[in-house]
C-alpha cells in the first residue's frame, strides 16, 4: 500500500509536495501520503517551526496542533464568545506573525543537535525543499539560487540564525563572499521570474496530468500503474529528442547555408580558372601562325602567368 501511494504522488515532484509541520519537534509532520516518498527512500526531513517550551502561553495555545489545524483553530477561537479561547487565538496569531520566516531559535538548537553529524537530508523552510548537511557541529544548506550560478566556488551556505543571513561558503566548508553583491541581487530578481514562468507552465501541466490521474480506474494495480507512469516518461523523453534534433538540424542548416554559397562561388572561380587553363593549353597545342599571330601568342602567354600571380595573391 505504501509503495501504492508513494507512486501516486511521484508526479507531484515537479510542483512540490504537500507536507504540514508540527511544532512539536523538527521531524514531527502530519501524516500525508507525501511524507511516504521520504520515508520509502530512507532521506529524512526536518523543519525548525517550533514553540520553545518555556513560553506556556503559546504552548498552551497552539498544543499539538500542526499548521492547517493551527489556523483553523485561530479562526474558530476569533469567532468564539468563549474569552479564554478569544485569548488562545490571539497568542497562536501573534506566534505564527512573529516565527513568519518558520524558523525559531529553539528549532534551530534542536536542528543542531537532533541532525547527525555529516548527515544529508532535506530542510522544509517556507514551503522550500533544501538539501542539509551537518559538519563540524554547524549546518549547511545547498546553494541553488539562480543568482549564484556563475558562483562556482559558493556552494553552502550556513544556518546559524533565524534571519537566512548566513555565511557562503565552499565544497570545502571554507568562507568564500559573493564577488560581485549587485550581480547576486539581478541574478536573484532572474531566478523569481524564472521561478514565476516555470510555476504557470507546471501548473497547466498538473492541471493536465490530473485530469489524466481522474480518469484512471479505480481498481488498477500497481504493475499497470508502473506501466502508464512509464509510457508517460518515455513520450515526454521521446518529445523532448525530437525537439533537441530539430533544433540541432536547424542549427546545422543555418551553419551549412553560407558555407555551400561559398562553395559554389569558388567551383565557379575554379570552373573559370579551368577554362582559362584549357584555353591556354589549346593555345600552346596548336601550330603556331607565323609573323605576328605568334609573337601576340607569346605575348598573351607571357601576361597569363602575371593573371595568375594576381590570383594567387588576392
Not at 56 to 69: E, L, T
Not at 85 to 106: D, K, P, R
Request: charged share 25%; hydrophobic share 35%; aromatic share 8%.
Amino acid at each position: 500500500q505504501n509503495m501504492s501511494d508513494a507512486m501516486a504522488v511521484l508526479h507531484k515532484l515537479q510542483t512540490g509536495l504537500d507536507v504540514n509541520v508540527k511544532f512539536t519537534g523538527v521531524r514531527v509532520f502530519e501524516y500525508t501520503p507525501e511524507c511516504i516518498v521520504f520515508d520509502l527512500l530512507d532521506i529524512p526531513l526536518y523543519h525548525g517551526w517550533l514553540v520553545d517550551p518555556q513560553m506556556h502561553d503559546i504552548v498552551k495555545a497552539v498544543g499539538n496542533c500542526s499548521y492547517n489545524q493551527l489556523v483553523e483553530k485561530i479562526i474558530s477561537c476569533k469567532q468564539s464568545d468563549n474569552s479564554e479561547l478569544a485569548g488562545e487565538g490571539i497568542v497562536a496569531e501573534q506566534f505564527l506573525n512573529s516565527t513568519a520566516t518558520q524558523l525559531t531559535y529553539h528549532g534551530l538548537c534542536e536542528l543542531t543537535s537532533t541532525v547527525q553529524e555529516g548527515e544529508l537530508c532535506v530542510f522544509f523552510r517556507n514551503n522550500h525543499f533544501s538539501t542539509m548537511i551537518k559538519y563540524k557541529g554547524q549546518l549547511y544548506l545547498l546553494v541553488t539560487d539562480q543568482g549564484f550560478l556563475t558562483e562556482e566556488k559558493v556552494v553552502w551556505e550556513s544556518l546559524h540564525n533565524v534571519d537566512g543571513d548566513g555565511n557562503f561558503c565552499d565544497s570545502e566548508f571554507r568562507l568564500r563572499p559573493p564577488s560581485d553583491p549587485e550581480t547576486v541581487y539581478s541574478g536573484q530578481q532572474d531566478q523569481i521570474d524564472q521561478d514565476y514562468l516555470m510555476a504557470l507552465s507546471l501548473q497547466q501541466e498538473q492541471q493536465i496530468q490530473d485530469l489524466q490521474w481522474e480518469q484512471l480506474p479505480e481498481g488498477i494495480s500497481d504493475l499497470e500503474l508502473a506501466k502508464k507512469l512509464q509510457e508517460e516518461e518515455d513520450r515526454r523523453a521521446s518529445q523532448y529528442y525530437q525537439e533537441q534534433e530539430q533544433a540541432a538540424a536547424a542549427a546545422a542548416q543555418a551553419q551549412q547555408e553560407p558555407v555551400e554559397g561559398g562553395d559554389g562561388d569558388r567551383g565557379a572561380a575554379g570552373a573559370g580558372g579551368a577554362a582559362a587553363g584549357s584555353g591556354t593549353a589549346a593555345a600552346s597545342g596548336a601550330t603556331p601562325s607565323p609573323g605576328k599571330h605568334s609573337a601576340g601568342g607569346e605575348r598573351k602567354t607571357k601576361k597569363e602567368p602575371k593573371e595568375k600571380d594576381k590570383c594567387v595573391i588576392l
